[in-house]
């Protein structure tokens, strides 16, 4: 029933605008795949291309084995949830839900106590009767999930479906969705600008930016090793920090920031020149010796301390220390030495590329 | 197959509508066109343009109708605007039925006003008789230019006041508050906030103003007397040449169209449509009157709501007077009644059977047109709306012509059918439905029908059950606006009748030609009924935003 869903070097031209540059992605049957990345990237277009909102200007789009390029958009057999949800203002809340299943021609008497079923699932049962007109937000976004999950589609669509929500509900909708997802089994591919809501909801994410795709992989994976310097930067907080290497083999390198410090990496590949290094914040360490630097501002967390440090240069770099680790907070101006988690740290050449090979 | 065909819906109406107008307006015009540049035997002829220019009996009347238009268009903006800024901006008791009487002004037949001058001011008109009786006054005639200006102020400065009045009501009060918290005083404010915003729609109202007074026909017909205008032009030189070619009433109309399509050239140029598009987060607020104050405002304000219904009032009132042919007698009854339901039936039946067809023309083409221009839009479309607004302001007399020289032939054999009334209805009136349904589409959320599609409803379907409801408040208010509009209808009605297929309209023109002034009365309080009673009904459906404009 849930598909697969495969797009192949997929292109959209808005006029001369090049919006997506040929984006390559294959999406398991049941799986919650998350397209992210900065406003204008591209998501919504991806997602209406594969709708059929969008025409497919170069490249297929499968589900399965079955091109759906030219397949109009009410016969691709696709949920979709809508950024503002679209709920039909002139039916009830059961007639919504119930619309996909008449256009289905499902029986009269079956279409009641699914709708009912799917309300219950959603719970928002009680509002069966009720016009779309005075519900809230979240009501209405339930509204939206049951109507497009009911037709039992082969792919689900969600654009920022929690964007319109205030932050509490908006956690609280994502867990009911995920709950959904993992329930109905259905391809869900979703569209979020909220990298903290990606890596919470998601299986598998795609990073975008500028209609390109710039690493998929698991959350775990895309937060500890970004494959380039972009993804480093827009998935959770990154330190960067600039350094030179010089190196005519792969493996063991010291990268060079200061005459007096430089950090240990496996290179992937011979290299010469400029270069960054990537760092969580959880991955520098105050220690002896290291990189000299003095706090500049503090702000206790409770389950850590966030520095500020000001390094040799004037570069500004972000540290947190955990509470369980120590319990005295530095004050402002204390001059310290910083240190690197060895096994964690990459590095990037100026165009962003990985050069290193992660740690175990 | 069937996936290919529900694929094409959208391009299959575009199609349709593109023939439709090509059909009804297009070629029907570049018929006019065509007689306008030949002779008689069909030869090519700058013959008629010539005549026109250099005799100077036609150089007056386009002077008059140049006149008449340009005085009515300044007397509208001064009434106008007065009215908008009073009524946006202070506590007015009772707002909703001025706007009503206003707006019924505006919608009631075109002739109605003429007649009512005849009744009050004419040779024999009561306010006449009594001034002469009474003081031994001899009023000035009310026949010629100024009663022609006289009335048209009152039935087009509507147009002013319901732009003027619909900026002034979108100015969102915080601009005020922002501009008054920066310091500036209340002439900056209305110089920097109020005057920029409201500009472009008195300007907007005005060009409605001049177009509607080029265009109109039964008031200087009736009132005119040996005072020409264009419109009148067209429809004598019509009928002395009935028989011939019509070439020179073709280029009159020429000459029209040319002025009209200037004045909107004009409008598209210099009246940024957007810029009275603003949408109030908080309405202006009102500002109450002291006593002292409020009788200053609302003498003006009585007088010309009084003013706007007299003509209506006479027409009521007169319906009811016992006639004795051209003469009113003693006494009160319903004779008139009696009279016209007796030998006028065919022309009541008619005027409803033929607007009724005609809405649902325009109904279906009207919505379609609207989905199109809105959510299809492309250069094609962007063509098609704005020929289907043509007929708007193309004088109905002219349109009248053009259809019986495109349907009087072959492959078409139309003239004196009941249809050609209706279609020709049916594209002079739907711009109000188009327009209505344009403006509700605009504000309906276009992931609605792509929520549907997606559910399995393909977009054929989807407009039907998704689309069409929701925008059906603004179709039906658009509708009742094109109803109206259509039993009013007198200028291409006149053109196009035959004996089976005379109107309320018609009757009442001729009627009042008779001096049959009883049941001119009559008829025309039917219309006026069955306009106000359709105005309310519509300002129900969309919850008082009906906007004629
Ligand atoms: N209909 C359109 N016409 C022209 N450009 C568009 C259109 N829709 C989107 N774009 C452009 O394509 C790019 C991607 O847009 P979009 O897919 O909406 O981004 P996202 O959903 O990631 O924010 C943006 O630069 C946007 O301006
Ligand atoms: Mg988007």
């Known amino acids: 029933m849930s598909q697969r869903v495969v797009i192949d070097n997929a292109v959209k031209f808005y006029g001369d605008f090049k919006a997506l540059k040929g984006v390559s992605l294959d999406i398991q049957p049941g799986e919650f795949f998350t397209l992210l990345g900065p406003s204008g990237c591209g998501k919504t277009t991806l997602l209406r291309m594969i709708a059929g909102f969008n025409s497919i200007d170069g490249g297929e789009i499968r589900f399965d084995d ?111 969705i995920k709950k959904l997802q993992r329930r109905l089994g259905i391809t869900t591919i979703y569209v979020t600008h909220d990298q903290e809501e990606a890596l919470a909801i998601s299986d598998r994410i795609a990073v975008m930016k500028d209609g390109q795709v710039m690493q998929v992989n698991v959350p775990s994976e895309i937060y500890t090793h970004p494959e380039n310097q972009f993804v480093a930067g827009f998935i959770g907080v990154s330190n960067f920090i600039n350094c030179t290497i010089d190196s005519n083999t792969a493996g063991p390198v010291n990268a060079v920031v200061t005459p007096e410090f430089s950090v240990p990496m496996q290179l992937a590949g011979p290299f010469h020149g400029e270069a960054v290094i990537s760092a969580r914040p959880e991955q520098l360490l105050f220690s002896e010796t290291g990189i000299p630097g003095k706090v500049l501002f503090s702000t206790f967390l409770g389950d850590f301390i966030e520095y500020e440090i000001e390094i040799e240069g004037g570069q500004v770099l972000q540290l947190n220390e955990y509470t369980k680790d120590t319990s005295r907070i530095r004050p402002d101006g204390e001059s310290v030495h910083i240190q690197f988690d060895p096994m964690r740290v990459g590095a990037y050449d100026e165009n962003g590329a990985l050069l290193t090979v992660w740690g175990q | 197959m069937v996936k290919k065909k529900q694929l094409d819906f959208w391009s299959i109406v575009k199609v349709a509508i593109l023939l439709f107008i090509c059909l009804t307006i297009l070629y029907p015009i570049s018929t006019v066109v065509i007689r306008s540049v030949t002779n008689a035997e069909g030869h090519v002829t700058l013959a008629n343009f010539l005549k026109f220019f250099t005799t100077k009996y036609y150089l007056d009347v386009l002077k008059n109708s140049l006149f008449v238009s340009a005085i009515t268009t300044i007397f509208s903006i001064i009434i106008g605007v007065f009215m908008a800024y009073v009524l946006t901006r202070y506590d007015i008791r009772a707002k909703k039925l001025i706007n009503i009487v206003i707006i019924l002004s505006l919608m009631s037949p075109p002739f109605i006003g003429a007649y009512a001058w005849i009744m009050l001011f004419g040779r024999s008109g009561l306010v006449t008789e009594f001034m002469l009786n009474v003081f031994h006054i001899t009023l000035p005639t009310i026949y010629g230019k100024w009663g022609i200006i006289s009335i048209f102020t009152i039935k087009m400065f509507p147009y002013v006041y319901l732009f003027t009045s619909g900026a002034m009501g979108s100015i969102d009060s915080s601009l005020e508050e922002a501009a008054e918290n920066l310091g500036s005083s209340k002439w900056q404010r209305l110089r920097d906030i109020t005057i920029p915003v409201v500009l472009p729609s008195i300007l907007a109202g005005s060009v409605m103003v001049f177009t509607s007074c080029i265009s109109d026909f039964g008031t200087p017909m009736l009132i005119g007397q040996n005072y020409k205008v264009l419109a009148t032009l067209v429809y004598e030189q019509y009928m002395s040449e009935i028989g011939t070619s019509s070439n020179f009433a073709a280029a009159v109309s020429m000459v029209v169209i040319g002025l009209a399509t200037a004045v909107l ?61 051209p003469y009113f007698v003693e006494g009160w009854s319903l004779d008139s009644y009696r009279m016209i339901f007796t030998r006028m039936v065919r022309s009541i039946k008619n005027t409803y059977v033929f607007s009724v067809f005609a809405i649902i023309i325009m109904v279906v083409i009207g919505s379609l047109t609207a989905y199109v221009t809105v959510r299809k839009r492309s250069a094609l479309t962007q063509i098609t709306d704005v020929v289907m607004m043509f007929p708007y302001v193309i004088p109905g007399a002219i349109m009248g012509l053009s259809y019986i020289i495109a349907f009087n032939r072959k492959p078409f054999f139309l003239a004196g059918t009941a249809f050609i009334m209706i279609l020709s209805y049916s594209v ?107 105005l309310v009904v519509a300002n129900v459906v969309s919850k008082g935003k009906v906007s004629i404009v």
């Open chain 2, 265 to 325: 050239i004009f409008q598209n140029v210099y009246i940024n449509r957007r810029n009275y598009n603003m949408s109030a987060m908080r309405p202006p607020q009102t500002v109450h009157l002291k006593a002292g104050a409020r009788v200053a405002v609302m003498i003006p304000v009585l007088i010309v709501v009084f003013v706007c219904m007299l003509p209506q009032l006479v027409v009521i009132v007169t319906s009811f007077r016992n006639c004795n042919g």
């Open chain 1, 66 to 176: 079955r091109v759906i390029n030219d397949v109009p958009a009410h016969k691709r057999d696709i949920g979709m949830v809508f950024q503002n949800y679209a709920i039909f203002p002139h039916m009830t809340v059961a007639e919504n839900v119930a619309y996909g299943l008449k256009a289905k021609k499902v029986p009269k008497a079956e279409i009641g106590p699914k709708v009912k079923e799917a309300l219950e699932l959603v719970q928002i049962a009680q509002l069966a009767d009720r016009k779309p007109s005075n519900l809230s937000g979240g009501q209405q976004q339930r509204v939206a999930l049951a109507r497009a999950f009911i037709i039992e589609p082969g792919v689900l669509l969600m654009d920022e479906p929690l964007s319109n929500l205030d932050a509490k509900l908006r956690v609280q909708m994502r867990t009911v």
């Open chain 2, 428 to 534: 002079r009136k739907i711009p109000y439905t188009v327009r209505s349904a344009v403006g509700f589409l605009h504000q309906m959320d276009p992931f609605v029908e792509e929520a549907s599609i997606n559910l399995g409803v393909s977009p054929g379907k989807t407009f039907f059950k998704i689309t069409l409801p929701m925008m059906l408040p603004g179709v039906i208010s658009g509708a009742i606006l094109s109803w109206i509009e259509t039993i009013n209808e007198l200028s291409s009605s006149i053109m196009l009748y035959s004996g089976k297929t005379s109107t309320i309209a018609v009757a009442i023109y001729n009627e009042v030609a008779r001096n049959s002034f009883g049941t001119a009365a009559a008829m025309a309080t039917i219309l006026t009924l069955s306009a106000a009673i359709m």
